[in-house]
Structure formats: C-alpha cells, structure tokens
C-alpha cells in the first residue's frame, strides 16, 4: 500500500477549504447553459467536473452540501465514512472502500455530507465526480450552529464534524 505522502506529492494535491486534500483533474470543456439548467443554478456550468481527493488521520471533510449528485470513487488506503443528512433530516451513514465498505457511493443533490475514516490510522484517496460541473457558487459549508439549529437531533455527529 502506498503511503499518504506518495499520493500529495504524486498527484500535487492541495488543502481543500472543507478539510482533506484536492486537486481537479477533470473538467468538460462543454457547457450547459443557464436555460438549460434549473434556476438555482443562475449561470452555465461545464457538463461534468472531476477531482483526486485524500483524507488522513484526523482529518475530515467538514460538513456541506452541493447543488449536484456527486459520485465517490475509492481508488487506495481504508474505508471512508460518509456520514449524510438528508433534507428531509434522515441521517445515514455510508462506507467507502473495499474492505467492509462499496466502491462507488452517490450523495444525492442537497444533502448535508461529511466523510472521516473508519480507521484514522491510515489514508484513503478516492475520486469524486460532479454533474453538472462543479462551481464554489453551488458548495455550502454552514457553521456548527447554524448546521445544528437545523438538525438538533443530530448535534452530536454536526459538533464532530463541523468546523
């Protein structure tokens, strides 16, 4: 197994705002334009967008959401938890990887999602593909509190994961 290290250096990954490390790797050069998409959106988006990203140790992806499904992919380390809050306040839990967990999981468009590893001695890379193409104007990460006055029943995994 490859070590965290390899993989940064390797595929030039950079800290991302939510937690882990990123970088993207694709993204189409067509376009949908803003009429062809719903209006939430207000402007064009490329069709589809991809990144590389890593977690380690402690590490997590801070609770967010995006406007778009958006695909995981486990491509090395150990399993990812993908802790989801759906709109409807459904919490779920889902395991990334190839030991006790799948190797492809979508989070469905609008949900609340936060990924950890399952064994935070370790590292995982996976790959995440997006749908219309991602845009920061589509991403939300809220606040602790803010998250938790929306979900209170959930506060304790929303204090763990949330910066």
């Known amino acids: 197994m490859r070590t965290a290290e390899y993989w940064i250096e390797r595929l030039g990954l950079l800290p991302h705002v939510e937690g882990g490390c990123y970088r993207e790797i694709y993204r189409s050069s067509g376009i949908i334009t803003a009429g062809a998409l719903p209006p939430e959106y207000g402007s064009r988006r490329n069709y589809a967008t991809s990144i590389y990203f890593l977690l380690q140790g402690n590490d997590f992806s801070a609770f967010h959401r995006i406007r778009?499904?958006?695909?995981?992919?486990?491509h090395d380390g150990y399993d990812i938890?993908?802790?989801?809050?759906?709109?409807?306040?459904?919490?779920?839990?889902q395991r990334l990887g190839v030991d006790l967990g799948t190797p492809q999981i979508v989070i469905p468009a609008g949900t609340w999602f936060a990924?950890?590893?399952?064994?935070?001695?370790g590292f995982a890379?996976?790959?995440?593909?997006?749908?219309p193409g991602f845009d920061f104007r589509d991403f939300e990460m809220p606040g602790r509190d803010e998250l938790i006055a929306l979900f209170h029943r959930h506060a304790n995994i929303i204090r763990r994961l949330t910066r």
Do not use: M
């Open 68 to 74: 778009q499904d958006e695909i995981w992919h486990f």
């Open 81 to 93: 938890l993908l802790h989801c809050i759906a709109p409807d306040g459904t919490y779920s839990v």
């Open 115 to 121: 990924a950890e590893l399952a064994d935070k001695d």
């Open 125 to 131: 890379l996976a790959g995440c593909g997006v749908s």
